[in-house]
């Protein structure tokens, strides 16, 4: 099985041209799509256009290696977990769940009635282009034992644990204890609990919304890969937190990033706070953060690497041994309109063709081809 | 004038066995795109009016692509009289 995206491109009479990506995975035979709609039946046969589901988690009850679920634009609600998924494939033939259209398909915790919006119970799964919202843990949770290949392209997260809590229970946009977890190209914020002022039934009595949310709780796992995101404004905590006391993280690669603006509160866009060994930090745009883009809090580094990233200020606070840091930038980065929420990159930036080539970054969060040598950040 | 802007584009299905067909759609539109409804009247003697409207709308051209991977062996054949709609086989 193998995934190919082909590239759709629209020209006008001026010679202006617009391009965008669709996968197509080229399968086995036997690998099955089913189809999920609004409108559909859960007692239908999901198995043509004509005759689709009405809900994601019927089709994750039949799916196997291989199968490709297709969702039609729409909001899905559901229980404890929006979706809860209990049946993979293999490595080499994952279980597929696409959005028809990036992020028309919505996973909905229904104002926090769903604690999580994807549950991850099985290995071998790979989710594409949804949009992940006012669920009131995790939009994802994958700390289940057992789990490795899963793979959050291309989603939409936000809105999460939007709720009034004193406790210290975190809440995290994905909550990552997975081995082989790909996050890539999602776009991620307002994650975390009601801050003073937010909302007019919440008076917080702690300061756990200062620090306990966070984008990505990487907690435990081999091979993790965190590429082409865009983390806005994850104020709760960090955008990636690094924590899990004990558990190893070993061969992360975090890479070819954007977080912009400050928790007002912390220091850095990603705090670590935990082991980490044979892990890549490149290519990341850390826009306008509290002190400094990473801040070591605490932890064993082992053949760390910090290269080619670009920051509006300090990269780096503390200096922790087994951690090397080359070629890396300080500059604006001259976002669009990083008001406007626009993160592309003005002519002029530093960014471009600054990065350093990684085989694992191939694309962009546009889903365009990087150029070599690759621009620095999600673009 | 502006980029194109692309709307959708969906291969259906998205999943297929080797040399199996599919089609890709792209919907796309120019967003210097303008409409207009002109209303014509016409009197009679007893000075009763007709009127009836058309609309029209002024748009750039757009054509449509559509690139697979060099060497991947998928076919691409746009669909004559449908624009942004390609019948593909996979490699």
Not at chain 1, 111 to 131: D, L
Not at chain 2, 68 to 82: C, V
Request: with cysteine; hydrophobic share 40%.
């Amino acid at each position: 099985m193998a995934d190919y995206a082909l590239v759709g491109t629209v020209v006008d009479a001026a010679g202006n041209a617009a391009s965008r990506t669709v996968t197509v995975t080229v399968g086995a035979a036997t690998a099955a799509q089913w189809y999920v709609d609004p409108t559909g039946n859960d007692s239908n046969t999901g198995t043509t256009p004509n005759a689709p589901f009405r809900t994601v988690q019927k089709a994750a009850t039949v799916v196997n290696a291989g199968d490709v679920v297709l969702v039609a634009s729409g909001v899905y609600t559901g229980g404890s977990a929006v979706l809860s998924l209990n049946r993979g494939g293999t490595a080499s033939a994952p279980v597929i769940f696409r959005s028809a259209v990036r992020w028309g398909a919505v996973l909905d915790g229904n104002n926090n009635v769903s604690s999580e919006c994807i549950h991850f119970g099985a290995p071998n799964i790979r989710i594409e282009g949804f949009e992940l919202r006012n669920c009131w843990h995790d939009a994802v949770e994958a700390s289940a034992s057992g789990l490795a290949n899963l793979v959050i392209s291309r989603c939409h997260i936000h809105h999460i644990g939007k709720q009034c809590s004193d406790g210290s229970e975190g809440r995290s946009g994905i909550d990552a204890y997975s081995n082989s977890l790909t996050v890539e190209g999602c776009l991620i914020h307002d994650i975390g609990r009601f801050g003073p002022g937010e909302d007019p039934t919440c008076t917080p009595t702690s300061t756990a919304w200062q620090n306990h949310d966070h984008g990505i709780y990487l907690g435990q796992g081999a091979g993790v890969i965190i590429r082409n995101n865009i983390f806005v404004a994850c104020d709760r905590g960090w955008a990636i937190q690094r924590f899990g006391g004990s558990f190893p993280v070993d061969g992360a690669i975090i890479a070819n990033n954007t977080f912009a603006y400050p928790n007002p509160n912390k220091s850095g866009q990603i705090i670590v706070a935990g082991n980490l060994s044979n892990t890549i930090f490149a290519n990341n745009i850390f826009y306008l953060p509290k002190d400094a883009g990473i801040w070591w809090s605490g932890g064993t580094m082992s053949n760390v690497q910090v290269f080619n990233n670009l920051s509006t200020g300090l990269l780096s606070l503390g200096t922790p041994g087994g951690v090397t840091f080359t070629n890396n930038l300080v500059g604006d980065p001259r976002f669009v309109d990083a008001v406007g929420g626009d993160f592309h990159l003005a002519a002029g930036s530093p960014a471009l063709g600054a990065g350093a080539s990684l085989a694992q970054v191939t694309d962009n969060f546009d889903g365009t081809a990087r150029t070599s040598p690759p621009t620095i950040g999600a673009y | 004038m502006a980029t194109p802007i692309i709307d959708s584009i969906v291969a259906s299905p998205s999943v297929v066995a080797p040399r199996g067909a599919f089609v890709v759609s792209i919907v796309a539109h120019d967003p210097d795109s303008r409409s207009w409804t002109l209303t014509g009247t016409v009197t009679d003697s007893t000075g009763s009016p007709i009127t009836s409207s058309v609309a029209v709308t002024v748009s750039d051209s757009l054509t449509y692509g559509l690139t697979a991977p060099t060497g991947s062996g998928f076919t691409l054949t746009p669909r004559a009289g449908s624009p942004g709609v390609f019948d593909c086989v996979a490699p």
